[in-house]
């Protein structure tokens, strides 16, 4: 009894066969007479609506000079073929069928935005999905390189905005309406960047003159802690080492040779660097620009550093103009400098020798009253250059710290 009912049940269960899904293949290709150069519209004059899906699956490279992004991601396209309708109780229950794409009519979609060879999407060895409905479903896996414009002024603090756009080459939008569909716009869990974090992403649909395109965006943020340790640093430290040179006495003989000692170092770690900065003659960063600047002040200390040595063996006959002398008492007042007639680096210079035994009371000989040298003008030379070498260099790096902080 038991196996009589399985018999029964088995004869009433629909199974389908290869026979039907051969059977169903040449009853859409032959029997209907499918012309796949005709839009698969019953009524012309309404526009296929074409759904455009996008899953990110990895971002291959970025590439600043040439403004470009190099993407790989899988495009989802659904759009119903009303010619490509049947019965699926006719066809064992085979409510769907596989096809490959240059079978059957599908939308010329390109990438509007692309940066490589103009081809067709797709190749002959992928398939396509119709379902009984008519709903045609395709999976597109490809690389894209699209255009992107690039701004690297807040190098490496930067964010980019670049988009994928896709457009039906030869349709218009009275022809074919591309829109988002369900999923929309997706990013991989797994993707990584070494370099770059997607911060946010989007898709939009809109037309541009009689063209539909739909656009999916991206907003990257460069990682800029392999800058901050490989470049902004070692800058950091180099600035400090040449504003040392002002504090080497000019006796000590290696006073230029450090500085240059300095510049060279600076001078082998910017060609270091420069191939990591990116170059782009349309936008330069401000961290160029302030490494110029550091490098420029490198220069002006090896000529600040010459000068002050031509000075410091200059023989005390050359006369020191008042001015300078001034200057030279100023930094004193500034340094905090005890001046007294038994000062061992001044000796006592007073402008008018005189002569006491010991009992007699020394009187504390003014500022005035010392008589100023070249070795003197020099320290007083190194002073005010470190003190402001000090402060611009902090001035301009507290203003490229604002204008970064500023966008």
């Known amino acids: 009894m038991a196996a009589c ?11 389908q066969t290869g026979k039907d899904v051969s059977n169903l293949y040449d009853y859409l290709f032959s029997t209907l007479n499918y012309n796949k150069e005709i839009r698969p519209a019953i009524y012309q004059n309404i526009s296929t609506q074409v759904e455009v899906d996008l899953l990110l699956s990895g971002l291959h490279h970025i590439d600043e000079t040439r403004q470009q992004m190099t993407s790989v991601g899988v495009l989802t396209v659904r759009w119903k073929d009303e010619f490509l309708t049947w019965d699926p109780s006719l066809f064992g229950g085979a409510n769907f069928i596989d096809v490959p794409q240059g079978k059957i009519w599908k939308p010329d979609l390109q990438v509007r935005n692309g940066f490589a060879d103009f081809s067709q999407m797709g190749g002959d060895f992928m398939f396509l999905k119709i379902y009984h409905t008519g709903e045609v479903v395709w999976f597109l896996h490809k690389v894209f390189h699209t255009k992107c414009k690039m701004n690297v002024t807040f190098f490496p603090f930067d964010r980019q905005n670049c988009s994928l756009q896709i457009i039906s080459w030869s349709n ?129 200390i090896i000529v600040l550093s010459t000068a002050s040595l031509r000075l410091h063996y200059r023989t005390d006959k050359r006369k020191i103009p008042d001015w300078v002398q001034r200057l030279t008492r100023l930094s004193w007042t500034l340094r905090c400098q005890h001046i007294d007639g038994y000062n061992a680096q001044y000796n006592y210079r007073t402008k008018t020798r005189e002569h006491f035994d010991d009992k007699q009371e020394r009187k504390e000989p003014q500022k005035s009253d010392i008589v100023v040298r070249w070795t003197d003008v020099t320290s007083a030379l190194d002073f005010y250059m470190f003190w402001l070498f000090l402060t611009a260099i902090t001035a301009l790096s507290l203003a490229v710290t604002w204008l970064y902080f500023s966008q």
């Open 5 to 15: 009912l399985l018999l029964l049940l088995c004869d009433c269960v629909s199974a």
């Open 172 to 300: 218009d939008v009275s022809s074919v309406n591309i829109t988002g569909g369900g999923d929309g716009f997706r990013i991989d869990a797994d993707l990584h960047h070494g370099h770059w974090k997607i911060s946010t992403y989007s898709f939009s649909a809109f037309m541009d003159l009689n063209d539909s395109v739909i656009s999916f965006s991206i907003t990257l943020d460069r990682k800029p802690k392999i800058y901050i340790l490989n470049i902004l640093i070692p800058v950091c430290f180099l600035v400090v080492l040449s504003l040392l040179t002002f504090l080497l006495p000019n006796d000590c003989g290696e006073k230029v040779s450090y500085s240059i000692t300095v510049l060279l170092s600076m001078s082998i770690f910017l060609t270091v660097v420069a191939s990591m900065l990116p170059t782009n003659s349309d936008s330069i960063s401000y961290l160029e620009i302030y490494i110029i600047a550091v490098l420029s002040v490198g220069v002006l």
